[in-house]
């Protein structure tokens, strides 16, 4: 059975910073494009940031430069780091799984529960 659990969010002023984690099981975990996705009151979920086992990488364009995404295939583990945060960037942020590259949000197979970010102005 995949799990995906995230992990990292809270209450943080503009211009802070947070990491989050996103731990996987149930899954080959090299085999998978991993991604961060979020969704803010109101709007459609949006993808933030994918990675493959090899690490390259996927940005969207409103957070390209001030959240890098990264992945431990040794211990299941995926993170992003989100610097300069705005409250633009209050969402949940879910972690995804999927054997495919692709930015597409709904071709992503497996989801977590997700975690809250908030940033305060």
């Known amino acids: 059975q995949v799990r995906l659990v995230e992990s990292g969010g809270g209450l943080v002023q503009a211009g802070g910073s947070l990491r989050l984690s996103c731990a996987a099981s149930?899954?080959?975990?090299?085999?998978?494009?991993m991604g961060w996705f979020r969704q803010a009151p109101g709007k459609e979920r949006e993808l933030v940031s994918i990675?493959?086992?090899?690490?390259?990488?996927y940005y969207a364009d409103s957070v390209e430069g001030r959240f890098t995404i990264s992945r431990d295939n040794a211990n299941n583990m995926m993170y992003l780091e989100m610097n300069n945060l705005n409250p633009e960037d209050t969402a949940v942020y879910f972690c995804?799984?999927?054997?495919?590259?692709?930015?597409?949000?709904?071709?992503?197979?497996?989801w977590g529960q997700g975690t809250q970010v908030t940033v305060s102005s």
């Open positions: 149930g899954v080959t975990f090299r085999q998978y494009v």
């Open positions: 990675i493959n086992w090899i690490g390259t990488t």
């Open positions: 995804a799984a999927d054997p495919r590259w692709t930015t597409t949000v709904g071709a992503y197979d497996y």
